[in-house]
C-alpha cells in the first residue's frame, strides 16, 4: 500500500474528504519526524514506538579496493512494534 492508497482507505473510513485526510497524515508523519530527531521518540499504545537510535563508528573496507575506510557514527531510525500490533499477526 502506498500514500495514496492509504489516503483513500483512511478518507473512506472517516468520511474525510481525501484533501482533508491528506493534511492529517502529513501532519501526523511530521510531528513524528521532529520527535524523533530531537531525542524525544513518539509510543503509541499498542501500536508502536518510533525512536532514534546511534550506530556506533566502526572500521569498513572498500568493496573495490579493499581499502580499510572509516565510518563514522550515524543516527536512524528504529521502529518497535507495540503487542497488540505483534499479537495481531498471528
Known amino acids: 500500500m502506498n500514500k495514496a492508497q492509504l489516503i483513500d482507505q483512511i478518507a473512506a473510513q472517516t468520511g474525510s474528504t481525501k484533501t482533508q485526510t491528506e493534511k492529517i497524515l502529513d501532519a501526523l508523519l511530521d510531528t513524528i519526524q521532529k520527535q524523533v530527531q530531537e531525542g ?37 531510525p528504529k521502529f518497535k512494534p507495540g503487542s497488540d500490533f505483534k499479537s495481531s499477526l498471528n
Open 40 to 76: 524525544d521518540g513518539v509510543k503509541l499504545v499498542g501500536f508502536g514506538s518510533f525512536t532514534k537510535s546511534k550506530r556506533k563508528e566502526r572500521k569498513g573496507h572498500n568493496p573495490q579496493t579493499g581499502e580499510e575506510i572509516h565510518i563514522p557514527e550515524t543516527w536512524y
